[in-house]
């Protein structure tokens, strides 16, 4: 089959699957919260999501009406063949999932105010490009909810203050956003590089499994100090109260200049969807976050 | 916490009764409305034309569903709620116009919708932001769509359903506002949690 075809076939089937399939670390994380939560309302908040999360499964249903917004991460190989040919690819499968899946159009014109009505649009749905050694290529999607997305912030803090002034941040987002972005909330939080760059990283590292703590010990220890911090805001499940208000802190960084300490927390809601699959060169398909046998289109 | 299913058209009365921290189920109609419907709802009402469904007593849901058709039969996919604050700027006026007695959303809403709640016998009822399945299951037909020029999102939607819910009451109609008293204990945990990073205030 044309590469084209093959990447079209693949990056419906993730799409598909996020939205329908909550990665397993995500659902384990918030079997956890219900049993943890001591508020009454958090638990009934809780208790829904567990819910609804099987009601998608068992009716082949998108878990939430806001699909999202359609990011696609890419690990090409650099001896892959037909790259060119992938960004329609990924264009044509997000057409086809918004028609058959189905998806909400969330593809609107700034300036107009008109819907595509399709998920796609000027630079939507939006391709990050990693170049890698070999000849597979990775394709990754995640759905960004909305209400997620518009608590996200960056903010240049002051050098002088190191990590303090991180933790100061990222606690005062939290508070910030409180109900908005649905929590339980995963965060993605990101220091250095630019304003742009760190904003990249943060939301990039919320394609991190729960389980995975950063491997560097020093990031992980404050991960987690993070995490219990934000824990202690009360602000509980959809701002109802509780404490469980992230389900976990996921950390990258890049070297900063010296007059500048970019900052960028991304939040994503519950509803964490993400998927992945690595089409080999021998044309072997595997799904690598939502075990189904190649090809098979759940 | 009480328990209570209500039927649409819900009278002052029944709302009267409700206290934050019930828990309430709907059955009967609802219609959403998200930023742009709300927009032209207004609209209408200070042009004086009606608008195409009599509200009163009716449910508002903040919703932009995912639907498909099927012959020429609407069917709604999913269908939880969204950010209720965006509609802030427009509610008082909503209720005041258009008598509806539940709004239903996730988030919650401000002081200006809090008091027309008080003012008018309306409350918001919190549905879990995301759960679109568990809303979708409760609809139980697509009465019609209007204003449908405004995408799928943003058109008025109007549900026949069956026990619609959990919903939290979380504004009741006698003032109080569940979202924002936890947001006075967050501002209140401040300072515990500066504390426990080692950070200054």
Redesign the interface.
Same mark, same amino acid.
Not at chain 2, 77 to 80: L, N, R, S
């Given at each position: 089959m044309e590469i084209e075809k093959i990447v079209e076939n693949v990056a419906f089937n993730i799409l598909k699957q996020a939205v329908i399939y909550l990665p397993e670390d995500v659902k384990q994380a918030l079997k956890k919260a219900y049993d943890e939560e001591t508020s009454? /309302?958090g638990r /009934?908040?809780l208790k829904? $999501?567990l819910?609804?999360i099987e009601?998608?499964e068992k009716?082949q249903?998108? #878990? %939430?009406?806001? /699909?999202g917004t359609i990011i696609f991460y890419i690990k090409a190989g650099s001896e892959v063949k037909g790259l060119e040919k992938i960004e329609k690819a990924l264009i044509n499968a997000t057409r086809k999932a918004t028609k058959q899946v189905?998806?909400?159009? +969330?593809a609107?014109d700034p300036f107009t105010q008109? +819907?595509s009505?399709d998920n796609t649009g000027r630079l939507i749905p939006f391709i990050n490009w990693e170049i890698v050694p070999g000849n597979s290529l990775e394709l990754t999607v995640m759905t960004k909810?909305?209400?997620s997305e +518009?608590v996200c912030v960056t903010g240049m803090l002051v050098p002088g203050e190191g990590i303090?002034g991180l933790?100061?941040f990222v606690?005062e987002a939290v #508070?910030k956003a409180?109900?908005?972005p %649905?929590p339980p909330n995963i965060l993605g939080v990101a220091i250095g590089g630019g304003a742009d760059i760190s904003m990249k990283l943060a939301k990039k590292a919320l394609l991190r499994p729960l389980n995975e703590p950063n491997p560097d010990a020093e990031i992980a220890k404050l991960e987690k100090?993070i995490l219990?911090?934000?824990n202690? /805001?009360? $602000?509980?499940?959809?701002?109802?109260?509780g404490k469980t208000t992230v389900l976990g802190v996921n950390i990258d960084y890049a070297y900063r200049h010296p007059a500048s300490f970019p900052a960028a927390v991304a939040f994503n %809601?519950?509803?964490a969807r993400r998927a992945s699959a690595r089409i080999n060169a021998d044309g072997i398909i595997e799904y690598l976050t939502h075990k189904k046998k190649a090809g098979e289109v759940i | 916490?009480a328990i209570y299913h209500l039927k649409t058209p819900i009278s002052e009365e029944e709302i009267r009764k409700l206290k934050v921290?019930d &828990?309430i189920f709907i059955t009967g109609t609802i219609v959403t409305a998200r930023d742009q419907a709300h927009r032209r709802a207004l609209e209408y009402a200070k042009q004086g034309k009606n608008l195409p469904i009599n509200l009163d007593g009716l449910a508002l849901f903040h919703?932009? *569903? &995912?639907v498909?058709k099927e012959g020429e039969k609407w069917i709604a &996919? @999913? @269908?939880?709620p !969204? !950010?209720s604050?965006r509609m802030d700027i427009f509610e008082d006026e909503f209720i005041k116009n258009f008598k509806v007695r539940v709004v239903i959303g996730?988030?919650?809403m401000g002081k200006k919708t809090t008091d027309a709640m008080a003012k008018y016998g309306a409350v918001y009822g919190?549905f879990?932001?995301?759960?679109?399945?568990? @809303?979708?299951?409760a609809i139980k037909s697509i009465k019609s769509v209007e204003w449908l020029d405004l995408? !799928?999102?943003e058109a008025m939607w109007i549900f026949e359903v069956e026990d619609f819910g *959990?919903l939290?009451v @979380?504004i009741d109609s006698h003032g109080n506002n569940?979202?924002l008293? &936890?947001?006075k204990?967050?501002?209140e945990?401040?300072q515990?949690?500066?504390e426990?990073?080692?950070?200054s205030s």
């Open positions: 009454e /309302t /009934t908040q829904a $999501i819910d609804n009601l998608a009716y249903a998108p #878990i %939430c009406q806001d /699909t189905p998806l909400r159009p +969330n609107v008109k +819907n009505g909810g909305g209400g +518009n303090n933790k100061r606690v #508070i409180g109900s908005k %649905c100090e219990e911090a934000v202690m /805001t009360g $602000i509980g499940p959809m701002g109802l109260g %809601c519950w509803a | 916490m921290n &828990v919703c932009g *569903p &995912v498909k &996919v @999913a @269908a939880g !969204t !950010t604050t996730k988030g919650g919190a879990t932001g995301g759960a679109a399945i568990l @809303a979708a299951k995408g !799928t999102p *959990p939290a @979380a569940l979202f008293d &936890v947001q204990k967050v501002e945990n401040r515990k949690i500066y426990k990073l080692g950070l």
